[in-house]
Structures are given as C-alpha cells and as structure tokens.
C-alpha cells in the first residue's frame, strides 16, 4: 500500500486553495478506507506549499480591518477567517504526517479527521466569501499561525499543547460573539456557517487533549501540570481570558489550568 506519509507530504506540498482541499479531503478518504499504509518514509516539510495570494506580512504589518460593521470591516473578517481554515488544513496535516510513526493509527485517524474538517470549513468560507463578490487571496492575511508549528517541530506534546489546545481553544472563546455580530448585521448563511465550524472545533480541542493526555501519561505528570509546563516554555504571552468555560470543559481543558496560564 502507498504510504499515508507520501500522501500527507503531497497534500502539504500543494498550493492552490481549491487543490490542497481536494488533496486533504482525499487523503483523508483513502485512509478511512484502508488504501494507505502506516508508513513515513519522508520528513515533512518545513514549510508547506502557500498559493501567490494572499500576500503574506508580519502580524504589525496588516492593514487597518476599517471601522467594524462597515463594508470593508465585515470583508476583512471573512478573509480572515478564511486565513485561518486555510491553515488549519495544513496545520492538521502536519500534525498527522510529522507525528503519526510516534503515536500510531488513532493519532492519524484523528488529525485527518480534523484537516479533512478544516477543508470543508475553508470551502463554507471561500463560497461565503464568493458571495460578497470576493475570493480568498483578495486581502492580505498574516503569517504568525505557522510560527506556532516551526516552534514546536521538535516535539508532538509542545504540538499538541500549543496549536489545539491554545490556538485552536482561543476560536472556542471568541466565536460566539463573531456569530453575534454577524447576526446582528442579518448575515444568517454566516452566522450558520460559524455555528457549525465551532462545534467543529469542540471536537478538534478535544482529540488534542485526548492525545496530549497520553503524552502527559508517559511523562508521568498530570496533564495540567504538563500542559502549563509546555505553555509556559513554547507560547510567548498566556492565554486571554474571558473563556468560554462551557466549550473549553466540553472539549476536556482544565479550567484551572487555563486560569493558571491566564494573562
Ligand atoms: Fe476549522
Ligand atoms: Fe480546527
């Protein structure tokens, strides 16, 4: 059978938007359908494949969203979460092909889950942008997300403790008041569509917390302890609160850890 690994590293290495989600989505498939083998025989690279738009600048360097619930704000906000799928699909990817021959086959099954989940999330905002007469790649987006995952290459429990368990969390906080903005504004096809990405997301926090309770296990340490440990040494400033306590208890984040990392 052809690697998972070839397939993932493939997936990764492509860069058109509507490419790489049929390239993540298939991958997925064929490995729920058992037609690719647990191997890795190649290192994943350092960087995946990026599309020529958008242009990509440093987080300080993004233009002004302009005032919210203007025309170019509400814009702004749809291509930045389009950014943020757009990532994810890699992110997920990386997880799976860099630390799956570690972790085994629930471990891979899990994240493929998750970036065939974050294609399908990035497809609902591609169409919701093409219906305000815009496209993905049509405004700037910044480049800090994957900072996140060079800086934790090296290790899947500094992974896990920072991409879902942070980054992936901090989406659990703030998107029900963008879901009740964007109803607000009357956009109900938005408001749906962030609906469903964020009880997406309760899974997605939880399969990294399933996982990095394992990793807690083998170091013997308790995963809070762990998780604050990792935190502390990968993510540069804490986590910022309010929480949406309900999501994060559902997605299996100790709330007093969170507490405990809170800025
Ligand atoms: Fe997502
Ligand atoms: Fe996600």
């Not at 494949?49 to 704000?73: D, I």
């Not at 291509?79 to 799928?85: K, P, S």
């Not at 604050?228 to 990968?234: A, D, P, S």
Request: some cysteine; overall charge neutral.
């Amino acid at each position: 059978m052809p690697p998972v690994g070839d397939a993932i590293r493939a997936a990764l290495l492509t860069p058109a938007p509507a490419a790489k989600v049929m390239a993540a989505r298939k991958v997925a498939r064929d490995w729920r359908l058992g037609r690719l083998g647990l191997t890795f025989d190649q290192p994943m690279p350092n960087r995946p494949a990026r599309p020529v738009a958008p242009e990509l600048l440093p987080p300080n360097r993004m233009p002004k969203r302009g005032k919210a619930g203007s025309e170019r704000g509400r814009l702004a906000l749809w291509h930045a979460l389009a950014h943020i799928e757009f990532v994810a699909i890699d992110l997920a990817l990386d997880m799976a092909g860099r630390f799956g021959a570690e972790m085994g086959e629930d471990f891979v099954s899990d994240f493929l889950g998750v970036a065939a989940d974050e294609a399908m999330h990035f497809a609902l905002l591609e169409r919701h942008l093409a219906t305000m007469n815009s496209s993905y790649g049509a405004m700037p987006a910044h480049d800090g997300l994957w900072q996140a995952a060079e800086q934790t290459a090296h290790s899947v429990a500094a992974r896990l403790a920072v991409v879902p368990m942070v980054l992936e969390a901090r989406g659990l906080d703030v998107t029900p008041s963008t879901i009740e903005r964007v109803t607000n504004h009357g956009d109900m096809a938005g408001a749906r569509i962030l609906t469903r990405i964020l009880d997406d997301e309760i899974r997605h926090v939880a399969i990294g917390s399933k996982h990095f309770d394992e990793c807690a296990r083998i170091q013997d340490m308790t995963p809070e302890n762990y998780w604050i440990l990792l935190v502390r040494r990968h993510f540069r400033g804490g986590l910022k609160p309010p929480f949406n306590d309900s999501a994060r208890l559902a997605a299996g984040l100790s709330l007093s850890a969170c507490a405990v990392l809170a800025c």
